[in-house]
């Protein structure tokens, strides 16, 4: 699939959480939503990510906007990685991949000069109504929260 732009639709998913339950697109309809594709539950990187969302929460809460991010982790993987860092938002598992296709957030990636499929770190904040108002392809750990409130800042 390829990569979305901003004014697309954003791809409905329907995941199960760290806790079993299932957390749907549809579930923020009417509130903005921060979502982000990460590819381990706690390693460094993501584990960096992560807590700059938790720790944004606050400030992402009085501007009307929820958070979920998404991994090919397991429900087991995503609970321990909750617990462990206290997130408290939903940790979606796409363990078929099939979300981060949709979002072009799964592609080929190179590690030590071998190639391999896998989460490109992406990050999309959908809009009110469904729509994509941004996104970050590529994206460092640390600068999904700062490139998060740039657009805030710039739609307020």
């Not at 960096?48 to 998404?70: E, M, Y």
């Not at 729509?131 to 805030?152: F, G, H």
Request: net charge positive.
């Amino acid at each position: 699939m390829g990569q979305l732009t901003a004014g697309s639709k954003a791809p409905a998913f329907r995941l199960k959480d760290q806790t079993g339950k299932t957390v749907k697109l549809s579930d923020f309809k009417g509130q903005r939503l921060l979502v982000y594709f990460y590819p381990k539950a706690d390693t460094p990187g993501c584990t960096t990510q992560a807590c700059a969302v938790r720790d944004a929460r606050p400030n992402l809460a009085k501007a009307g906007v929820a958070a979920v991010g998404i991994s090919p982790d397991g429900p087991t993987a995503q609970a321990k990685f909750d617990q462990k860092h206290g997130l408290g938002f939903p940790l979606l598992c796409d363990e078929d991949h099939a979300v981060a296709d949709a979002y072009g957030a799964w592609g080929e990636k190179s590690m030590y000069g071998k190639k391999y499929q896998g989460i490109i770190r992406s990050a999309f904040l959908i809009d009110a109504k469904g729509k994509i108002a941004q996104v970050w392809y590529k994206v460092s750990p640390k600068a999904t929260v700062p490139n998060l409130m740039k657009a805030l800042e710039e739609t307020a």
